[in-house]
């Protein structure tokens, strides 16, 4: 099969259905066709948790059916991996042998969980990155009793409300000596600590699983502290892959996290795009390449991406943000909040309240929120704007001060 588009794009998830869309917005006579590795019609990552809650029925995750497109006449071909670029004859190779050919090029590849523990071990280990990760858990719940989550991050946040909504007592353990050290300090770590104890979780910092032993009676994962726990499952809260292969092969620039592209997104290939968690793209707020693994990110570069590619050339400028409801708390990130040169703490224990930002000079990059979302929106201004924040340094020293107070640019 050789076929022929205008637009091709490369990745069926939410940046990749958002280009086609936004290019079929306005264009109405363009061959659009997407090509995606999931089997699955798009639904919704961010509900699979949801789902496994109980709160939702699978049936809700699915965003689109085979009819939307039909509608839209954008060609859809699902379960193909592609495997390297013709940048010379324009030209996109799947593994299964399929060739399109296309004048512009969007790739939206995504990402994979990172491949954890021996082969052994795999039937009894979850993920949750995909709809068939979700369905896998799903089914396995009724003979989980004694769940491991690992990992300090928000998947393992979620991994954690997914068993208690089950009425399973997880125990979690964290690398670490806090819970997510990387981002927030003792104090907002203490916090969340805190909130674990209160719901019967158990947890165990500066530990790591070193071995994994399978016996008639049960498993048994040691730590590298030589603690022995009884498991029968273990659910991992890590980070993902891309796919870079491909582009490697192809000689399209890849950077150190993902495809680089620039404030257009566009790769160092002409006619070829990226977006999603498959671009490392220049951010023109921090002005460094960064590569942002979340949903909101995914649409809005999509939605770009799809202008870009018909001629709507305009820099692509986003605060990134990540916000979780989870355990009773709302957990929210902002901005840059690993290359900062100093940091203010706000807290409010009383109220369960805490806020972390990050500073570059007297420039705030980034923001660490619990139960502070009504800040959300003025920090992300704030950093948008890139304001000298001196004269707020003794203001905001204070946890009583209001944040809303610090003008910005409507």
């Given at each position: 099969?050789?076929?022929?588009?205008?637009?091709?794009?490369?990745?069926?998830?939410?940046?990749?259905?958002?280009?086609?869309?936004?290019?079929?917005?306005?264009?109405?006579?363009?061959?659009?066709?997407?090509?995606?590795?999931?089997?699955?019609?798009?639904?919704?990552?961010?509900?699979?948790?949801?789902?496994?809650?109980?709160?939702?029925?699978?049936?809700?995750?699915?965003?689109?059916?085979?009819?939307?497109?039909?509608?839209?006449?954008?060609?859809?071909?699902?379960?193909?991996?592609?495997?390297?670029?013709?940048?010379?004859?324009?030209?996109?190779?799947?593994?299964?042998?399929?060739?399109?050919?296309?004048?512009?090029?969007?790739?939206?590849?995504?990402?994979?969980?990172?491949?954890?523990?021996?082969?052994?071990?795999?039937?009894?280990?979850?993920?949750?990155?995909?709809?068939?990760?979700?369905?896998?858990?799903?089914?396995?719940?009724?003979?989980?009793?004694?769940?491991?989550?690992?990992?300090?991050?928000?998947?393992?946040?979620?991994?954690?409300?997914?068993?208690?909504?089950?009425?399973i007592t997880p125990l979690l353990l964290v690398?670490?000596?806090?819970?997510?050290?990387?981002?927030?300090?003792?104090?907002?770590?203490?916090?969340?600590?805190?909130?674990?104890?209160?719901?019967?979780?158990?947890?165990?910092?500066?530990?790591?699983?070193?071995?994994?032993?399978?016996?008639?009676?049960?498993?048994?994962?040691?730590?590298?502290?030589?603690?022995?726990?009884?498991?029968?499952?273990?659910?991992?809260?890590?980070?993902?892959?891309?796919?870079?292969?491909?582009?490697?092969?192809?000689?399209?620039?890849?950077?150190?996290?993902?495809?680089?592209?620039?404030?257009?997104?566009?790769?160092?290939?002409?006619?070829?795009?990226?977006?999603?968690?498959?671009?490392?793209?220049?951010?023109?707020?921090?002005?460094?390449?960064?590569?942002?693994?979340?949903?909101?990110?995914?649409?809005?570069?999509?939605?770009?991406?799809?202008?870009?590619?018909?001629?709507?050339?305009?820099?692509?400028?986003?605060?990134?943000?990540?916000?979780?409801?989870?355990l009773g708390f709302q957990i929210t990130v902002?901005?840059?909040?690993?290359?900062?040169?100093?940091?203010?703490?706000?807290?409010?224990?009383?109220?369960?309240?805490?806020?972390?930002?990050?500073?570059?000079?007297?420039?705030?990059?980034?923001?660490?929120?619990?139960?502070?979302?009504?800040?959300?929106?003025?920090?992300?201004?704030?950093?948008?704007?890139?304001?000298?924040?001196?004269?707020?340094?003794?203001?905001?020293?204070?946890?009583?001060?209001?944040?809303?107070?610090?003008?910005?640019?409507?």
């Amino acid at each position: 099969m050789h076929r022929h588009y205008d637009y091709l794009i490369i990745g069926g998830g939410i940046a990749g259905v958002t280009a086609a869309e936004t290019i079929r917005e306005h264009s109405a006579d363009a061959h659009i066709a997407i090509v995606g590795e999931e089997p699955h019609m798009l639904y919704s990552r961010v509900l699979l948790p949801a789902y496994l809650k109980g709160r939702i029925a699978r049936s809700k995750l699915f965003l689109r059916v085979a009819e939307d497109f039909t509608n839209k006449k954008i060609d859809i071909h699902g379960a193909e991996r592609i495997v390297s670029i013709d940048v010379k004859h324009k030209d996109a190779i799947f593994e299964s042998g399929k060739a399109f050919t296309y004048e512009k090029l969007l790739l939206a590849t995504g990402g994979r969980v990172k491949e954890w523990g021996r082969q052994e071990d795999q039937p009894m280990v979850h993920r949750l990155q995909t709809l068939d990760d979700a369905d896998r858990l799903f089914e396995a719940m009724p003979a989980i009793h004694n769940p491991l989550v690992v990992g300090s991050s928000f998947i393992g946040l979620e991994f954690l409300e997914i068993f208690l909504s089950n009425h399973i007592t997880p125990l979690l353990l964290v690398r670490d000596a806090h819970f997510f050290g990387n981002v927030l300090d003792e104090q907002g770590s203490d916090l969340m600590h805190e909130n674990f104890l209160h719901l019967g979780i158990r947890v165990d910092y500066n530990d790591t699983i070193a071995r994994i032993d399978h016996a008639a009676g049960g498993t048994t994962v040691t730590t590298k502290r030589l603690k022995k726990i009884p498991v029968d499952s273990i659910a991992i809260g890590i980070g993902i892959d891309r796919n870079l292969t491909y582009a490697r092969k192809s000689e399209i620039e890849v950077g150190e996290q993902g495809i680089k592209v620039n404030e257009f997104l566009e790769t160092s290939s002409p006619n070829i795009f990226a977006a999603g968690d498959a671009a490392e793209y220049y951010d023109i707020i921090t002005k460094s390449y960064r590569s942002v693994g979340n949903w909101t990110n995914a649409v809005l570069q999509g939605k770009h991406a799809g202008l870009a590619m018909i001629g709507i050339r305009e820099p692509f400028s986003s605060v990134p943000s990540y916000s979780i409801t989870n355990l009773g708390f709302q957990i929210t990130v902002l901005g840059d909040t690993h290359n900062h040169e100093r940091a203010i703490v706000r807290i409010n224990k009383a109220h369960k309240q805490y806020e972390r930002l990050f500073f570059k000079g007297d420039m705030l990059v980034g923001a660490a929120l619990i139960n502070q979302f009504a800040d959300k929106a003025h920090l992300s201004k704030l950093i948008e704007q890139r304001l000298d924040m001196a004269q707020w340094r003794s203001e905001l020293e204070s946890n009583s001060f209001d944040i809303h107070m610090i003008p910005v640019v409507r």
